[in-house]
């Protein structure tokens, strides 16, 4: 299959520590998959494009991380949501050991192999200077709902958030 990423992206993969790394990467590579019941597909990059993916380990330390992505005008901050409910982030290559949000409280994670946890976080367009964002989870309150809510970011500490929700966005 052909990946193609552009910037930071989330990916991950066993690290042999019993966690999971998140790596980073741009560009693109093909690969041919012929298995069990797999059609023999050929992924061959075109002629002209661009060059293969490479990617950089950033950190093994994080349990089931399911995104990492920047905030808008802060390419110096990676966000790195966990299934577990928790947003860590990475600053210039380090881990920072508090979360930025903690709403494992609110999460219902099922375990490692369910579907159920933190799902996503989108940034406000004009997060630097209104510090809102949005979380999507599997609520433990609502019997598995599809939640969004929204939060912002600490007036006294852009490292971490108000836990207090502004407001909740959507539950279905």
């Known amino acids: 299959a052909t990946t193609q990423g552009t910037g930071a992206s989330g990916t991950a993969g066993p690290s042999g520590s019993g966690s999971t790394g998140v790596t980073s990467g741009s560009g693109s590579t093909s ?18 494009s661009v060059p293969a993916l490479a990617l950089t380990l950033v950190t093994d330390q994080l349990t089931q991380p399911i995104q990492a992505k920047s905030a808008p005008d802060d390419p110096d901050r990676l966000y790195v ?30 375990g490692p192999t369910a579907e159920q946890g933190l799902l996503g976080i989108a940034f406000h367009p004009d997060y630097k200077t209104n510090g809102r964002f949005f979380v999507h989870f599997s609520s433990a309150q ?10 912002k970011r600490s007036a006294s500490d852009p490292h ?13």
Not at 31 to 48: F, I, K, L, Q
């Open 160 to 172: 971490l958030a108000d836990p207090t929700p502004v407001q909740l966005v959507l539950e279905h």
């Open 81 to 110: 949501a966990q299934k577990s409910g928790e947003i860590m982030i990475i600053e210039n290559g380090q881990l920072l050991p508090t979360p930025f949000l903690d709403i494992s409280n609110l999460v219902d994670d099922d």
């Open 142 to 151: 609502n019997g598995d709902d599809s939640t969004v809510m929204e939060f």
């Open 31 to 48: 690969s041919s998959s012929t298995g069990s019941g797999s059609p023999d597909v050929d992924c061959t990059a075109a002629e002209g």
